[in-house]
Each structure stands twice: as C-alpha cells, then as structure tokens.
C-alpha cells in the first residue's frame, strides 16, 4: 500500500504480502466497504519514524444512542425435548399449541364420527357414570384425527364383535383382522378403551346372564389378537390393559357356565402378556404377583376370587405357583375353607396347580401308613399342603415325593 500510494488496504494487499512471506492466502474475504485509512501527523519526537497510517473510527454519540431503540438479540438455534402429550392430555407449556376449550371438548366428545375425518376423542359409551364425565372435562385432550377408513372399520369391527348374538364368521372375520392387519395402530387407544368399559359394564351388571358371559369372552378374544398383532405398539397402553384382565380374572361372580373358561383365557391372556413385555418392564410380574396372591391368601375374599388367583399363578407358572400356594400359604387358606370330600373348580384348580409343580404318575402307588418312610411322607404333605389337599395326594406316592422334592429343591 505504501509503494502503491494509496490510503486504502484491499483484500489484494493481504494476499500478496501472505504470498511473500510464503504463506497460504485468506480465500472468501471481499469486504463491501473496505476501511479507509489516514496518514497520521509525523510526530516532532520521533524524526526517524515513518509514516503512521491509522483506521479513522467514527465518534458515537452517547445521547443519541441512549435514545435509540434497544434491540433484542435472538437466541441462538438450539434443540430441546418437550413432551407433546402424556396419556392423551396435553401439558400446558410454551412448545405445545394452545388447549382446545372445554366446550369445543364437549362437543367432540358428544358428536359421531364426522365425514370431514373428526373423531371423537374416545368411543362413544351408552354407560358413562357422572364422575367420569367431570374427570374428562377436567383433562386437555389433545384431538386426533383419523381418516374416514379407519372411523368405518372401527364402527364396523365393534358391531361385529358385540353384541355376541351376531353372525359368527363377522366374529371370526373381526378377529383375525386384528391378528393380522398392520396400520391399526392409530385405533389403538380406542379399542383398548372400548374393551375395558365393556367388561366394566358386563361386571357392574353383575355378570349373571349368558350374554354377559359371552360377551366377556368376546372380549377376552380380543385382548388376545390385539397381543398377537407385533405391528402394534402396546407397551404404552398396558397399564389400560390390565384392569380389564385382572377384574375377569377375579371377579367374584361370573355366569357359571362360563365361570371356568372365562378365568381360564384371562390366565393364558395374562401369561402372553407378561411373557412378551416383563423383560421390558421387570416389575410387572412382582406387582401382578402380589395382586394375585393378596386375592389368594386375603381372609374376605370369595371362592371364585380364590379360584381366579390360582389359575393366574398357574398361567404365570411353577415359580408363581409355589411361591403363591406354598410358600404364600394359598393351598392351606384353602384347604381349610373346604369341607371334607368336597369337589368343584376351586378344587379342580388347586389340583391342577399341583400339576404344574410336578405332574402325577403314570401308575399310581398309594402310600402306606403303616410304613415309617411314608408316615414321614404324609406328615411332610400336611405340613407343605395341609389336610385337605394332602389327603388328595395319598393315592399317589410318587407324585406326593416329586412334590416335596421340587419344593426342596427350589427352597
């Protein structure tokens, strides 16, 4: 620049002199307005020093900036997590878009599936106490729409389904979709809540009648396909699920012709269930265990609710079922409620856990009183079993030791 005669310094000048002193150039820097320098006074005290150019800054004006305008600088791009929605209720925070009014709530809620793809927040019910209605009111659901298909498969498969006098290849058909069919993942919800105020409603009424036991059975079979079906994402909705299981499982009065068969698919229901999600949640099977034998063990519980209890640990399995009947004291609490000789499915149900923790011989071979080795064998039975159901294993020596030598072995 000095050379050149000229006051201003270009992009050129810092290439070139980079370039001299074998240094690899700046590359992008081409300033629209490049700063123009000025060539200071010589200074009387330094005669031998040359020329002094300097960068003219402009004076600022303190009043004039005080009386500007302040500018707020944005923040930075940054990315944050935020929850849209936990169990269907919208938390009111800054990210989420604002909270539909209740009275819009309402009418969705009340109003049928319309042409234009609205869906009702939750499927319609004929049975719908008061409280719940102001629980619901309280909440901010978040509205999903679904497509027009998806609202007439809904409608279509519930009819299909229930009431359980209606044609049994729909049934069927209904059935396997749900087995089967991928993409159901936004009906989800809406069936899992259709399915539990169904069976609240089969119980509440008492669940005396032959259509409300079928109707739990129907209902049961679609627990299981929804199971069955590994294209839906069901861990979220467990907790939903549950209830429904456990309350045809221990409910205390069921239609008797149905009682059996009832607590029998809610037992295998509920061992699917916990076989394909107790690893992603560890303690399912321990609450689901203590569910199942305070019902056992609990003094003013009724036989079916006893009976349901065992079969849910026999669902579950050998280590269930002696923990709960052995260890837990069930067989015993039993076996002092029953009188002497008598039969039914509690009993059948006890027999059959004992079944599980080791299976009855092929040819029995009754045990002998009079011989010390199997007096001590019917005292060890008595004291694990207790009277009642220690009597029912005399006629069986072999089963009788392959009991105790499990109960051993696994204590």
Same mark, same amino acid.
Request: hydrophobic share 35%; charged share 20%; with cysteine.
């Given at each position: ?27 992008? =820097? ?19 020093? %040359?020329?002094?150019?300097? $960068? ?25 997590? =935020? ?22 709530? +309402? ?32 909440? +901010? ?9 998806? +609202? ?53 009424? %008492? ?5 409300? %036991? ?106 269930? $079922? ?32 004992? =079944?599980?923790? =080791? ?49 051993? +072995?696994?204590?």
């Amino acid at each position: 620049m000095r050379h050149a005669r000229r006051t201003t310094i270009t992009t050129s000048d810092v290439d070139q002199a980079l370039r001299v002193l074998n240094i690899e150039p700046l590359y992008g =820097h081409n300033p629209h307005n490049p700063p123009v320098f000025r060539r200071a006074l010589p200074f009387p005290n330094a005669a031998n020093v %040359g020329p002094v150019y300097f $960068v003219d800054d402009e004076e600022i004006d303190f009043d004039r900036v005080l009386r500007e305008e302040k500018i707020t600088l944005p923040k930075g791009v940054s990315w944050t997590a =935020h929850w849209l929605a936990v169990e269907g209720v919208q938390p009111l925070i800054p990210e989420n878009p604002p909270a539909i009014p209740k009275d819009v709530d +309402q009418e969705i809620t009340k109003s049928p599936p319309q042409a234009n793809g609205a869906f009702p927040l939750t499927p319609p019910s004929e049975s719908r106490s008061t409280v719940k209605k102001q629980q619901q009111q309280q909440q +901010q659901l978040v509205k999903q729409v679904l497509s027009r298909e998806l +609202q007439l498969y809904y409608t279509r498969l519930t009819a299909s389904l229930l009431p359980p006098t209606a044609d049994s290849t729909k049934r069927t058909a209904a059935l396997a979709s749900l087995r089967n069919d991928a993409g159901l993942q936004a009906l989800l919800p809406y069936l899992i809540r259709w399915v539990g105020e169904g069976v609240v409603t089969a119980l509440k009424e %008492g669940a005396q009648t032959e259509a409300d %036991g079928r109707s739990l059975e129907v209902l049961l079979d679609v627990v299981s396909a929804i199971l069955e079906n590994n294209t839906l994402f069901i861990e979220p909705y467990l907790h939903q699920l549950l209830p429904a299981i456990l309350s045809t499982l221990l409910h205390s009065t069921l239609p008797p012709s149905h009682a059996t068969h009832l607590r029998t698919s809610a037992a295998q229901t509920l061992s699917r269930l916990l076989t394909q999600h107790s690893t992603t949640y560890p303690s399912l099977s321990p609450r689901i265990m203590k569910t199942l034998l305070v019902a056992l063990i609990s003094s003013d519980k009724s036989k079916g609710t006893r009976e349901g209890a065992i079969r849910g640990l026999v669902g579950i399995g050998k280590e269930a $079922v002696r923990k709960g009947l052995v260890e837990g004291g069930g067989v015993k609490v039993v076996g002092s409620e029953c009188t002497p000789g008598e039969t039914g499915p509690l009993v059948d149900s006890v027999m059959t856990a004992l =079944h599980v923790l =080791h299976p009855a011989s092929d040819m029995p071979e009754s045990l002998n009183t009079t011989d010390d080795g199997d007096t001590a064998t019917i005292g060890q039975l008595q004291d694990v079993l207790g009277k009642f159901f220690a009597e029912k294993l005399y006629g069986d020596k072999g089963w009788a030791l392959g009991i105790l030598g499990s109960i051993k +072995q696994q204590s």
